[in-house]
């Protein structure tokens, strides 16, 4: 029975993927085209709330209040120093909040398609991620344009970031999918998550350097908050241009596993409940 | 291929006393595994079973709420069965509602393009089979045009394109097709005939009696949940109908317990119609008949008290109550005289059926003069239903049957 998709073994959900593979690229392209048709500006809109958001950062926070790099982290002297430090933890920070944001709302989001026809449910995370990639994918290639073209482009460890990437967008969809399924239930899940992610934002060094906290605090946030620990591998390749700290980042890949191993439970369990509660 | 098997079917929603009652569930569930649920099942649908064979169409009816559409969802996967199972084979298309997937700013091919692929198709494939979607759904230019753009029929045409565009094995549909307009359901039901005749098993869920009869082999009937009845369609719409019908007279008996045991009656009651009937031209009762057909509408009516005149009326009218057609004895100049009480009369009206396809009632009025607003003697409405169909004549529209003599002359 095709249902069975959601419910068997990971070969037979991939396979699922895999047939319905046009469907999830051809939503990730029309998704990107129905932002952008209808608009003057096009595509350039993904980019400009970006770069609005660095131009206010950047203004505020080194112009306005002088905050600077502290000399620890030895690109003090770097042009545009603070800008790149400051786009390398939005960036990574746009992608993670875009794919939990999206997904926690996915299977809301397509209520009728879940209710009404039979598809493999997998494409729906696969979906969020890919488009979330894309939106990631340019501009973090214009930003690399910039790197390079500003002579700032870090060599041979840009090639760390691929790891960290993608243990981000596990540990994204997994906290995403957890939310997603749950807040089919228990729609409180969706605002909270949106409230949530505000103070995470804040509680990661991405506008202002960990330096800055007082001592116990950094600590705090540094062991119990994975953004940060990956905020900072990003922060630490463009930068200061030193590899990430793979031994800190270990736990931060078994939260993401353990995250995905349980949204994929969740799901399995839920998936027949949940096209009932829709 | 196209074999369907529903065994032991069953579908239940979980229905909690309190919002926080499935997290207590859920959170006890973790801690201690087979704790009691908190939760109590509702059954919308209980102890399905039945074999569909490759190529036969079965007609799905029920009154709304019967768990029709549950059904077809949990055959085609949609739903989570919650007991019991469904076996088919061969692929599935289900049309329970056409246009999903689709978005307002996209032209009509990208649209069809991902209405295709949500299908299961790949790009290229839909690409492919686009010059047929192009023609079954008659839009002409308007393809390359934004959705947003087209009228709620074009947008069903081109659904139903996509949707049909391969031949399934199995082809499930819910009541889809009983949108937009009558050219457009003579030609979707043309292309269901279609995949008939190339071996597709159909299972249709439709009020439409018409629809059922002229499509299927067999009838299900739903009630409350479980298979009350299973047998040819002709059976099964006129159990169902009577089900209707008893249920309706049920509600007014309800306004009309003052009268007694009248039920669908206004009316003193002095003379009342104790049966009515539609017969084919060997005196066998129908319900449903064929374009032109010759009927008789047979009324026996039964006189309670002595009546010096009586006059019995009758009035066709369509599913919308709409007359058709009335007359009464008075205007045929042939009213009774002094009719005695617990006199039996019977009234044939022979007629051809000259009615377009649908659904009829007729409703019957026992007066004493032209109208009944002096006498009132019995008035009842719904007192007979019945179906025209159009078997042997070539497709019409509209609710009359006026066939031309045609001729032409070309100069």
């Not at chain 1, 995403?176 to 729609?187: E, P």
Request: aromatic share 10%; charged share 15%.
């Amino acid at each position: 029975m095709n249902n069975d998709l959601s419910r068997s073994m990971p070969a037979a959900t991939l396979r699922g993927l895999w047939t319905y593979r046009d469907f999830v690229l051809g939503s990730v392209r029309r998704e990107f085209q129905s932002k952008t048709s209808n608009t003057v500006l096009g595509a350039s809109w993904s980019l400009l709330s970006p770069l609005a958001m660095i131009v206010v950062y950047t203004v505020i926070f080194s112009q306005v209040m002088h905050a600077r790099l502290p000399g620890a982290a030895g690109a003090a002297d770097v042009p545009y120093a603070y800008s790149i430090w400051l786009c390398a933890g939005i960036l990574s920070w746009t992608l993670f909040a875009a794919i939990v944001g999206r997904a926690q709302n996915m299977f809301i989001e397509q209520a009728s398609l879940i209710k009404k026809i039979s598809f493999p449910r997998i494409c729906l995370p696969a979906i969020v991620v890919l488009s979330a990639l894309l939106d990631f994918g340019i501009m973090f290639g214009l930003f690399t344009f910039f790197l390079l073209g500003s002579g700032n482009f870090p060599g041979w460890v840009f090639a760390a970031l691929a790891p960290v990437l993608l243990l981000q967008v596990l540990l994204a969809i997994g906290l995403g999918t957890v939310a997603g399924v749950l807040n089919v239930f228990f729609r409180d899940v969706g605002p909270f998550v949106n409230i949530a992610m505000q103070f995470w934002f804040w509680l990661t060094p991405i506008v202002y350097p960990a330096s800055i906290l007082p001592e116990g605090v950094r600590a705090l946030l540094l062991d119990w908050n994975p953004m940060a620990r990956l905020v900072q591998a990003w922060q630490g390749v463009l930068v200061a241009r030193t590899a990430p700290d793979w031994a800190g980042l270990a736990p931060v890949a078994l939260l993401a596993v353990l995250l995905c191993m349980l949204a994929l439970h969740l799901f399995r369990r839920r998936a027949g409940e949940m096209a009932d509660e829709l | 291929m196209g074999a369907l098997t529903v065994s032991g079917l069953g579908k239940a929603y979980r229905q909690y006393p309190a919002r926080w009652s499935r997290l207590l569930e859920w959170l006890l569930e973790l801690l201690r595994p087979g704790a009691p649920p908190r939760h109590i099942l509702k059954w919308v649908l209980q102890d399905v079973s039945f074999t569909v064979a490759p190529g036969e169409a079965v007609g799905l009816v029920g009154i709304n709420g019967a768990g029709k559409s549950t059904l077809l969802k949990l055959i085609a996967g949609i739903a989570q069965a919650s007991a019991g199972s469904v076996q088919l084979q061969g692929r599935l298309a289900a049309l329970l509602e056409l246009g999903m997937g689709f978005h307002p700013d996209f032209t009509g091919r990208q649209n069809a393009v991902m209405a295709g692929q949500l299908l299961g198709m790949t790009g290229d494939e839909v690409v492919r089979l686009m010059p047929q979607i192009e023609a079954f759904a008659e839009i002409g230019d308007y393809i390359d045009q934004p959705l947003r753009v087209y009228s709620s029929g074009m947008q069903v045409r081109l659904a139903f394109a996509v949707a049909t565009v391969r031949r399934p094995d199995i082809l499930v549909v819910d009541e889809a097709l009983s949108v937009g307009d009558a050219y457009f359901q003579h030609k979707s039901f043309e292309r269901i005939r279609q995949f008939r005749r190339q071996g597709t098993t159909l299972l249709l869920v439709s009020h439409d009696k018409q629809a059922i009869q002229s499509l299927c082999d067999r009838a299900l009937l739903l009630d409350g949940g479980r298979l009350a009845r299973m047998g040819p369609p002709e059976e099964i719409m006129d159990y169902y109908n009577a089900m209707i019908a008893e249920r309706e007279n049920a509600t007014v008996r309800v306004h009309e317990t003052r009268a007694g045991k009248l039920q669908t009656v206004s009316g003193t009651g002095e003379a009342t119609v104790i049966d009515i009937a539609l017969l084919d031209e060997h005196g066998a009762h129908v319900e449903v008949v064929d374009v032109g057909a010759p009927v008789t509408l047979r009324v026996t009516v039964r006189a309670h008290a002595p009546i010096p005149r009586m006059v019995l009326g009758y009035m066709i009218k369509n599913r919308l109550g709409q007359p058709m057609y009335g007359t009464n004895t008075h205007l045929k100049e042939l009213p009774l005289a002094d009719v005695a009480a617990g006199e039996d009369v019977v009234y044939r009206f022979a007629f051809p059926m000259n009615l377009g396809p649908g659904s009829y009632s007729v409703a019957t009025a026992i007066v004493s003069t032209e109208t009944h607003l002096v006498n009132n003697y019995e008035w009842r409405d719904l007192a007979l239903l019945f179906t025209v169909v159009n078997m042997r004549r070539p497709y019409f529209e509209g609710s009359a049957w006026l066939d031309p003599a045609i001729d032409i002359e070309r100069a």
